[in-house]
């Protein structure tokens, strides 16, 4: 029998135990299709919530998304009364683990509050009280519940920067909040028991926590040498069997994703474009043949009509330069353009080398867009776009040239450092 009771006979919502002293209090949300406007989620999700029971006193860990909250309460109830609970934990405040939040509190006014450092702007934007009780905590920070007790993590940006996962060392179980989390709704709850998950876990993460792989790196850190039974995160199954395997999971999913072809010292540049009438390629070929002057860069020409998008975000994500060609069409940068630059939100592109180029009829504004848009993406552009009116003469090719040449060369350090003219800008 698979099933896991959730439910008395006559429908009032039951904790599940987990042990003897931890229980599920979460919420299963099966009709759910799109999370956040953006994650699909093709059978729902789980906002889960946990109880721990403690000689002295109860904590609870993480609340449900607002709708959910007297599943939450009668779950709660069925195995605390508000009057035990000592402690609340809050991994993360967004608000599908906040949502039951301001009723907790009215319901166990003497219950502490723990949040991380740099969730505290967040609370007060959350509950807007003038005055507000909680003890905010660091990596090593330690609540004791008699018999058991709790550690925090500071595990930041995953994926929102007040993130922290809370270990009970008793029980050897990991609280973690959306890491090691997916949009997987089952009644069955354990990953050893729903069905297959492993698309909805890969899922999330490359939507969630990839643009952060840094960070999860870091969180690895403190989190690989815990003992563990069992990882308890807020959506999801949770995962008793093989708990370790998730863990090397986003270790592997942290780590490059291609493999390493590169010399040492080698940059890459990634020129991309998109043209109507052969203009912009032939800038793109001569931006080409100008930055392979440089020995130590690795330069590529891709056709966005002929690939592609998701490769080209993995390439994008492992290169030191990119590099955007595009015609303007109504006042507009292309939409193949815009497309690839939405689908980069999902990387880190912090501080690689970007810049713009194009061939225009009229007023060309797409390349002063897509400049706008690379800095909004936090890339550096150092360089002026480069525009050419229709077809490029023998000199605006030589130009062309010589952007491709700076490029390549603010890659090494090689650039000189030039006055600028802000008449030019
Ligand atoms: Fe599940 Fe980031 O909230």
């Known amino acids: 029998m698979n099933s896991v009771q959730l439910e008395s006979e006559d429908g009032v919502p039951l904790a599940v135990a987990l042990s003897e002293r931890v229980h599920w209090v979460g919420a299963l949300d099966p009709n759910l299709r799109t999370f956040d406007i953006i994650l699909k989620t093709a059978n729902g999700t789980s906002y889960n919530a946990y109880v721990i029971r403690g000689s002295e006193g109860v904590a609870v860990i993480d609340t449900v998304k607002e709708g959910f909250a007297n599943d939450f309460f009668a779950r709660l109830e069925s195995v605390a009364d508000y009057s035990e609970i000592k402690v609340i934990v809050l991994n993360h405040l967004e608000p599908d683990h906040t949502g039951a939040l301001p009723e907790l509190m009215k319901r166990a006014p003497q219950a502490q509050l723990f949040i991380s450092q740099k969730a505290q702007s967040m609370l007060k934007g959350l509950l807007k009280q003038d005055e507000l009780s909680y003890t905010p905590v660091v990596t090593g920070d330690k609540v004791s519940l008699g018999d058991r007790s709790l550690e925090f993590l500071h595990t930041p940006y995953l994926h929102w920067p007040d993130t922290q996962c809370t270990y009970a060392p008793e029980e050897a179980m990991l609280f973690s909040g959306d890491v090691f989390g997916c949009h997987f709704c089952d009644n069955r709850l354990y990953n050893d028991k729903v069905g297959d998950f492993r698309f909805s876990f890969e899922y999330y993460y490359a939507h969630i926590m990839r643009p952060f792989k840094e960070y999860v790196v870091r969180a690895l850190e403190l989190i690989e040498p815990l003992p563990l039974k069992l990882i308890a995160p807020t959506h999801g199954p949770i995962l008793r069997d093989r708990p370790q395997h998730y863990i090397q999971r986003y270790r592997q ?56 998008v998701a490769p080209f975000v993995d390439l994008i994500e492992e290169a030191d330069g990119l590099v955007l060609g595009t015609p303007t069409i109504n006042g507009d940068a292309v939409k193949p353009i815009w497309d690839l630059l939405s689908s980069l939100a999902v990387v880190n592109l912090k501080n690689k080398l970007g810049g713009v180029f194009g061939s225009y009829g009229w007023t060309g504004e797409g390349v002063r867009l897509v400049e706008d848009r690379l800095r909004g993406l936090k890339l550096r552009v150092p360089i002026q776009g480069l525009r050419v009116k229709l077809i490029p003469t023998e000199d605006e090719i030589h130009e062309c040239k010589a952007f491709g040449l700076e490029l390549a060369q603010e890659l090494t350090g090689a650039r000189e450092s030039r006055v600028i003219n802000f008449a030019d800008l």
């Open 253 to 308: 999913l942290s780590s490059p994703a291609l493999h390493n072809e590169l010399k040492p010292n080698q940059k890459t540049l990634l020129i991309f474009y998109i043209s109507s009438y052969g203009n912009t390629r032939r800038m793109a070929e001569a931006i080409y043949q100008g930055a392979m002057q440089i020995e130590d860069v690795r330069v590529s020409l891709y056709d966005l009509e002929g690939g592609e």
